[in-house]
């Protein structure tokens, strides 16, 4: 089974602040992604990238940077933080269309900014 | 743009039925794909669709209709485990790579 792990599970911190959140999959994926998770919005796209080095943007990038630096590992950046960040955010992982039709999700990390 | 909807809540009993509604109006379409995704974890796939008609899995089955930008996912004998939200999401077609989710449906299934 696919595995795509994020860290960390929770994350506190306070606005202004600097937040890396990381995801990491094992599953030879092409594709990653980042999604943020809220009530009454659902899972919006935030970033995702093909491939090491590359990245496009989502429909929410507003306030995030998001790096790409192998084809395993994904990184999201929040470098100064807001409360509106405060949210439930899942990294993902795929390669639709060539070898499965869906998506692989990490855990999730849950964010608070006070 | 990419718009898909589904109502908030739905509430059925054990041992019947409950039907799960998406609608979509995007640019393109590549399939569209059902998630179940339980409080505090990750979605989990269910299924996923791209030609018109019903698609039996077992439990569930999902129906497309693209002329009408509609699918239904259809469970049957109801669980009580089967409380849960359901998410619809479609892949677009100028970003075949992309899954546009819908905001979820909380299906609470009673005794």
């Known amino acids: 089974e696919a595995a795509v792990t994020q860290s960390p599970r929770n994350k506190v911190t306070v606005t202004g602040g600097n937040v890396t959140l990381s995801c990491r999959q094992t599953?030879?994926?092409?594709?990653m992604y980042w999604y943020r998770q809220d009530t009454g919005h659902g899972l919006r796209l935030i970033h995702y990238?093909?491939?090491?080095?590359?990245?496009q943007i989502g429909d929410v990038p507003d306030g995030y940077k998001a790096t790409r630096t192998t084809q395993e590992d994904f990184f999201l950046l929040l470098e100064l933080a807001s409360p509106s960040q405060t949210s439930l955010y899942f990294c993902?992982?795929?390669?639709?269309?060539?070898?499965?039709?869906?998506?692989?999700f990490g855990h999730g990390t849950k964010l608070s900014v006070l | 743009g990419q718009g898909v909807e589904q109502p908030a809540k739905l509430m059925s009993v054990e041992g019947t039925f409950a039907r799960v509604n998406c609608t979509y109006s995007t640019s393109g379409f590549n399939g569209l794909s059902w998630y179940q995704q339980r409080e505090g974890q990750a979605p989990v796939f269910l299924s996923y669709?791209?030609?018109?008609g019903l698609k039996d899995s077992g439990h569930f089955s999902t129906f497309l209709s693209r002329s009408n930008g509609y699918s239904y996912l259809l469970l049957t004998e109801l669980q009580i485990k089967d409380s849960a939200s359901y998410l619809c999401?479609?892949?677009?077609?100028?970003?075949?790579?992309?899954?546009?989710f819908g905001s979820g449906t909380k299906l609470t299934v009673e005794p």
């Open positions: 990238s093909y491939g090491a080095g590359n990245l």
């Open positions: 669709v791209v030609l018109d």
């Open positions: 599953n030879s994926h092409n594709y």
């Open positions: 999401a479609v892949r677009g077609g100028s970003n075949y790579n992309v899954l546009y």
């Open positions: 993902a992982s795929s390669d639709l269309g060539i070898s499965n039709e869906r998506l692989f």
